[in-house]
Structures are given as C-alpha cells and as structure tokens.
C-alpha cells in the first residue's frame, strides 16, 4: 500500500501516529510550507526548489544553516527516503514544512502520488475567477510563502466554495499578482508577460525554468508590475504555474474563453528541460 509515513526531523511516522506536542503545534503557524514534484525518486529543478527554501525562511528570521545545503544534497536524500518508504517511485508530491519549536527548526516532509509524467497538461483547461475580497499588500522585494498566508487561505477556501480549481489574486492597486499556490502569465503576440516581483506576488520557485521554457518555445518573456484585470481579459492566452503541476492551461477567466496552442508548446518545453534536468542525475 503506498503512503502512510511522514518525515519529521529525519525520523519515520505514521499518518496517524502522535508526532508532536502542544508547543510544537502553537509554534508551527511561525513557520511555513512549500510543495514541489518529485520523479522517480528525483526533486525536479532541485536547486531552484533549495534555493525557494532558504530565501523563503530568510524572510522570516529562521536560519537553515546546519539543516539544509544550499546544492540540496541533505534534501534530496531524505525526499528519495520518504518516497520508498511509501512506496512511491513514480510522480510525487512533496510538502515541506519548516518551523521552530524551542530554539530548534523543525522539518516535517510528506508526500502524496501525483499525476504521472513531467508535468502533464490536462485538456481542457482552467475555468477561473478573480478573488476580490482581500487584497494583497505590495512589498519592495521578492515575496515568498509567509507574508501572503492568510489571503491564500481565504481565497483557496472561497474557491472551495465556488467549485473553482483555481482564482487570480490582486494587491492593493486591484491589479493582478499571483494565483492561488503559484503564479500566471498571459501572451500577447509574441510575448509573454509574467506578474514581476515588484507587483506583490507570490515568487514561484519554478519562474526561471518556465521563462527558459517560454524562450525555447521562441517567445519572448516580459515582466509587467501592473497587470490589470482588462489585461488579463483581453489577452490573447492565459496559463498558470506552480512546482507541483507545471504549466495549467486557462480555458477562462470570468466571461473571458482563451484557446491555448501557444501555452501547450510552452508547456511541453518546460515537461523537455524537466525531463533532461532529472537525466543529468541518472
């Protein structure tokens, strides 16, 4: 039977086995958490994912020195162990949480199958809306995981409510920022634009690999602080991205319907580097 275990601090658990005390529980909420994608026992874009965690925990004050590597070799050794201990050696998805807990940090890793193949796109595509109920704070640099929590939460349980896989996020100038669990991009002509950092949202650990994707696709990449929603519904395709699924087509946005070939050769440029980045660690 495959799952059932977790890691916690380098140590195997069951799924239903008492794994933390009180203290620990109230202080996991001052850590954060991240997902990525594993195949055949391999972190895809492993050095991107490694370096995601350091800056993440950065913004946050915890120092990762002694527990991680920044070249991933401590967490690619406990991910491959996880996995076979659940009995998972094809796709995979991993969650990482990092948190401390009296003056330690503590990581907990568990995985989950995932669809096979290096980031599969599904037909037909993403019917989605905007979330307009909060609105995200700008910040001068790169934000990572913790400071956009609570609004990821709250539209991720309105999507819920809404039946939507899926809902774009706005900062405080009601422009579009990120997507829930990742980030978008939308093409017009031959360009595609991406949300830049300076927009306010959520820095996707795989943007380098879909920006060398949508180049070798023989697009070209552009970062856009202000990306309105009139941008958005008059683009002329639409995707979102994340290190679990990849590239997702967008079949919709709020009345809006897009045909998607352009999104899919990008998308199958960024599964081809996938594929050749897990080679090149046999």
């Known amino acids: 039977m495959k799952g059932g275990y977790f890691l916690l601090n380098g140590q195997f658990h069951k799924g239903n086995e008492p794994a ?14 991240e997902v990525f994608r594993a195949e055949y026992n391999e972190i895809l874009f492993l050095g991107s994912v490694c370096s995601h965690l350091w ?27 996880l996995l076979n ?18 003056g330690k940090i503590n990581v907990l890793l568990s995985a ?5 193949d290096f980031f599969p796109v599904k037909e ?6 905007f979330y307009r109920d909060l609105l995200k704070e700008i910040y001068p640099d790169p934000v990572y995981a913790p400071p956009g929590f609570f609004i990821q939460k709250a539209a991720k349980r309105k999507a819920d409510v809404l039946n939507k896989p899926n809902l774009i996020l706005l900062n405080r100038e009601e422009c579009a920022c990120e997507s829930i ?5 939308y093409l017009d002509k031959n360009q595609v634009i991406f949300p830049s950092n300076s927009a306010g949202g959520y820095c996707c ?13 023989g697009f070209k990449p552009v970062e856009k602080e202000k990306i309105s929603m009139d941008d958005l519904l008059h683009a002329e395709e639409m995707f979102l991205y994340d290190p679990v699924n990849g590239i997702r087509k967008v079949l919709g ?10 999104t899919k050769l990008i998308a199958g440029k960024l599964s081809e580097l996938a594929k050749k980045e897990r080679e090149t660690r046999g």
């Open 253 to 262: 946005l709020e009345e809006r319907r897009y045909f998607s070939p352009k």
């Open 55 to 81: 800056a993440t925990a950065k913004t946050i004050g915890l120092d990762l020195d002694g527990i991680f590597d920044l070249d991933g070799r401590v967490l690619r050794k406990d991910v491959s162990r």
């Open 205 to 217: 650990a795989i943007k380098e690999q879909v920006i060398k994707s949508v180049k070798a696709a």
């Open 112 to 116: 989950e199958e995932a669809e096979r």
């Open 124 to 129: 037909p595509g993403l019917l989605l809306l």
């Open 181 to 185: 669990g990742g980030s978008f991009a």
């Open 20 to 33: 933390f005390h009180l203290a620990d529980l109230s202080q996991r909420a001052e850590g954060f958490s």
């Open 85 to 102: 201990k659940n009995k998972l050696y094809l796709s995979a998805k991993i969650e990482i949480q990092i948190f401390p807990t009296e």
